[in-house]
């Protein structure tokens, strides 16, 4: 009798523990594939029952999604820097909670490739290092320069201008006279006015700036060419007038008046002209009986 008693209470309570266990928890542990290391922040998600229903591993790497209803699910594992893992169809049921011990791989990125290419800094294809090459805009972009190359070329890293009145330059302590000048391809001894015998520098430079084409200065380790070198190289090349247009320039300044004229000769064969004239400024103020006190006779 007792025994059919219980029986009953049993069978009238079954339908209590039934509605009590219509959810239950999935959790789990999560490492690095590999050293077998907890990840931390580990995003989890059941996607059918919407990305805001998951949780987040802790310090230890475990994780815990509580009140999962019955039935099967799809879980979303996401971590930066890993391979994204998907569980379709996971079982849960009232009886026991999911357990899911998982490892997520590092994910590999191919990316396109790098290449990397050098710059050209010099015209001489046997120089290495030591070498500078400048163009026009150079000599008068520099403080200084007064469109002259040697004045320019004293801003360089050692480099160093004698004196403000000359443009001998003084490469590496090096002495002024071992630095060599040479002008499409021919060795000269001192392209400047007023120079001294024996020297490389001079107060006013013959070379116009205007009609110099990108040029190499060196200041060491001189290919063998250069043999008569021992503190720099100046290798200077003359540009070509311009091929498609007359072009006319005037300019009034230091190193003296100029005019310039340049065009094309004949446009089909690509051939130019390139005319330069300058005459002394002070030879003018001379002329107006203007004697200032640096005059061309007192140099």
Not at 102 to 109: I, T, W
Not at 123 to 135: H, P, Q, R, V, Y
Request: glycine share 10%; hydrophobic share 40%; net charge negative.
């Amino acid at each position: 009798m007792h025994r059919l008693i219980l029986f009953s209470i049993c069978f009238l309570l079954l339908p209590g523990f039934c509605y009590a266990q219509h959810s239950q928890v999935i959790k789990g542990k999560i490492v690095d594939k590999e050293s077998k290391t907890p990840l931390i922040g580990v995003a989890l998600s059941l996607r059918d029952m919407g990305n805001s229903f998951g949780a987040v591993t802790d310090i230890n790497g475990d994780f815990m999604i509580s009140n999962v209803s019955v039935g099967k699910h799809t879980l979303t594992v996401n971590y930066l820097g890993y391979e994204s893992i998907i569980l379709n169809d996971i079982l849960v049921t009232s009886a026991k909670e999911v357990v899911l011990p998982l490892e997520m791989e590092e994910a590999v990125v191919k990316i396109k490739e790098a290449t990397i290419t050098a710059k050209k800094e010099h015209i001489n294809e046997m120089a290495l290092i030591s070498t500078k090459t400048f163009d026009v805009q150079e000599t008068e972009r520099y403080a200084g320069s007064r469109g002259d190359p040697a004045r320019m070329a004293s801003n360089f890293a050692g480099v160093q201008g004698g004196d403000d009145s000359r443009n001998d330059i003084i490469i590496r302590g090096n002495s002024p006279q071992g630095v060599l000048w040479r002008l499409e391809g021919v060795d000269i001894p001192n392209p400047n006015h007023f120079a001294i015998a024996g020297t490389t520098g001079g107060p006013v430079s013959i070379l116009n700036n205007k009609t110099l084409a990108n040029s190499d200065f060196y200041t060491g380790a001189f290919p063998a060419e250069y043999g008569d070198a021992v503190a720099g190289v100046f290798d200077i090349n003359l540009r070509n007038g311009n091929k498609d247009r007359y072009e006319f320039t005037g300019q009034f300044g230091f190193l003296g008046t100029e005019l310039l004229a340049e065009g094309p000769i004949n446009q089909k064969r690509g051939s130019s002209y390139l005319f330069s004239y300058r005459y002394s400024t002070l030879q003018i103020f001379q002329s107006l009986n203007i004697n200032p006190d640096f005059a061309v006779d007192k140099i």
